[in-house]
C-alpha cells in the first residue's frame, strides 16, 4: 500500500537539466551565468561568520526586499523574497490556485509550471505559441476560455529568448480574468536600447506578479534566491501566509543583497553575453542553422534541415547533441514537439562558445 496522494503518485517529478560533477566539462545546457558574481559579494561571504547562523534569519528578507523596492521604485511591500524562483511558482500555486481549478501556460515553456500544478492536482491549459513562438491574438480569451485561475508566460521567453513587448503584455493582463505571472528569468540579458521595463504594469494591474532571479543575471544560481514584485494584495497573503517561516536563510540574504546593490558589475557581464550571443548566433547561422532572435543568455538553433546522411533533422539534432557530450560540452535536447530539431544552447565565455562551434562544425561536416 502506497501512503502518497492518488495525484503524487500519478505524476512524473521535474527532470533537472544534467548537473556534471567534472569541473573541466563546458556546461552550456541550464542558462547559468558564465561569469562569476561581483567582488562585493565574495567581500559579503568572507565576512559571514559561523556565529551569524545561530540565529534565525529575517524573516521576511527585509534588508534584500529594501534593495529590490530602491531598484525597481516600488514600495517593499509590492516585494516578496523566496528561495529561488521555483518556491516563488510554488507559493503562487498554494496562493491563489484551489486544487481541481486550472493552470494555463503559454507552451513550451519551463517544465516546472506543470509539475508544480500537478502537486496541487490542478488541470493545466497549454496554449501554444505561434510559429515565432508570439502570443496568439486571442490569448487572452483562450485563458479565459480555459477557466485558468492563473497564467504564466516566460518574457523573453523559453526555450526560444523571443521578447513580447511591455504593451502586449498589458492587453492580455488586462483582458485576463486570473492572476498573470510574467516570469522575467532571463530579463537581465535583454538589450538595453529595448528600454523594457514590464514592473510599472503592477502599479496599475492588480493581477500581475513578475518574477526576478538572482540564478541568471547574477551568477548565483547556486544561491537560491529569487523574488516577486506585484500589487500589494497579492504579495501580502503570500508574505503572510503561505512562505515557509524562514524561507531564505542568512547567507543567503546577505549575498544576494550585495549582488543587486553592485548591479554596475553584474551589467558587465550582460553586455558581454549579449555581445557573445550575437557573435555564436551568426556563426550558427554561417553553418546552416537558424535562430531566433534572442533577448535571453541562449540561443535556440534549429539544425540545418537537409543532410542526407541523416533521415531527419530530429535525429541530426540528437545526434549533435550527443557528440557535443561526448566531447565534454553540455546543452539542452528536448525531446518535446516542436522542439526535436533543436538544441538550446546557453552563452558560454568567448573560449566556451568557439570550442562549441568548433565541434558543431565537426558534426556536420561529412566524414
Ligand atoms: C523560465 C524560468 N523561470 C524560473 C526559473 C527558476 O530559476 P531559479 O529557481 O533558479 O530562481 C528558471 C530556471 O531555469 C527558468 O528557466
Known amino acids: 500500500m502506497s501512503y502518497e496522494r492518488t495525484n503524487i503518485q500519478q505524476m512524473t517529478g521535474y527532470s533537472s537539466g544534467e548537473q556534471p560533477r567534472q569541473a573541466q566539462v563546458i556546461k552550456l545546457n541550464t542558462n547559468e551565468n558564465p561569469y562569476p558574481a561581483s567582488a562585493a559579494v565574495a567581500q559579503a561571504l568572507a565576512g559571514i561568520r559561523v ?29 516578496i523574497a523566496t528561495n529561488g524562483g521555483d518556491e516563488l511558482i510554488r507559493l503562487l500555486i498554494t496562493t491563489f490556485v484551489d486544487p481541481g481549478q486550472t493552470i494555463a501556460i503559454a507552451e513550451p515553456s519551463y517544465s516546472l509550471y506543470p509539475v508544480l500544478a500537478a502537486i496541487q492536482n490542478c488541470p493545466v491549459t497549454r496554449i501554444d505559441l505561434q ?35 511591455v504593451a502586449r503584455l498589458r492587453e492580455i493582463a488586462q483582458s485576463f480574468d486570473g492572476v498573470l505571472v510574467i516570469d522575467e528569468a532571463y530579463v537581465d ?26 540564478s541568471k543575471g547574477y551568477s548565483l544560481a547556486g544561491l537560491r534566491f529569487a523574488y516577486g514584485i506585484g500589487a500589494r494584495e497579492l504579495v501580502a497573503p503570500m508574505l503572510y501566509k503561505t512562505r515557509d517561516s524562514y524561507n531564505t536563510d542568512v547567507i543567503s540574504q546577505v549575498l544576494a543583497t550585495a549582488a543587486l546593490a553592485d548591479r554596475e558589475h553584474a551589467a558587465l557581464g550582460w553586455q558581454k553575453v549579449r555581445e557573445e550571443r550575437e557573435r555564436v548566433g551568426q556563426a550558427l547561422c554561417a ?60 552563452i558560454g565565455t568567448a ?9 558543431l562544425e565537426s558534426c556536420l561536416r561529412p566524414e
Open 131 to 165: 510559429e515565432d513562438w508570439q502570443m496568439a491574438p486571442d490569448f487572452a480569451e483562450r485563458l479565459n476560455a480555459s477557466g485558468a485561475r492563473l497564467a504564466f508566460i516566460v518574457n523573453p521567453h523559453a526555450p526560444s529568448g523571443v521578447l513580447t513587448p
Open 51 to 79: 556565529e551569524d547562523l545561530r540565529r534565525y534569519p529575517q524573516p521576511l528578507a527585509n534588508g534584500f526586499r529594501q534593495v529590490a523596492a530602491d531598484y525597481h521604485q516600488v514600495e517593499v511591500d509590492n516585494i
Open 351 to 359: 573560449q566556451e562558445n568557439n570550442q562549441l562551434l568548433h565541434h
Open 189 to 214: 540579458f535583454i538589450d538595453p536600447e529595448l528600454a523594457y521595463n514590464a514592473v510599472p504594469l503592477i502599479q496599475t494591474l492588480n493581477n500581475v506578479v513578475i518574477l526576478r532571479t538572482m
Open 287 to 346: 553553418m546552416g542553422f537558424s535562430c531566433s532572435p534572442s533577448q535571453s543568455n541562449f540561443l535556440l538553433a534549429r539544425v540545418p534541415l537537409h543532410d542526407s546522411r541523416y533521415e531527419s533533422p530530429e535525429i541530426l539534432a540528437r545526434e549533435c547533441y550527443q557528440r557535443l557530450k561526448d566531447e565534454g560540452i553540455l546543452v539542452r535536447y528536448f525531446d518535446m514537439p516542436r522542439l526535436r530539431d533543436k538544441l538550446r544552447i546557453t
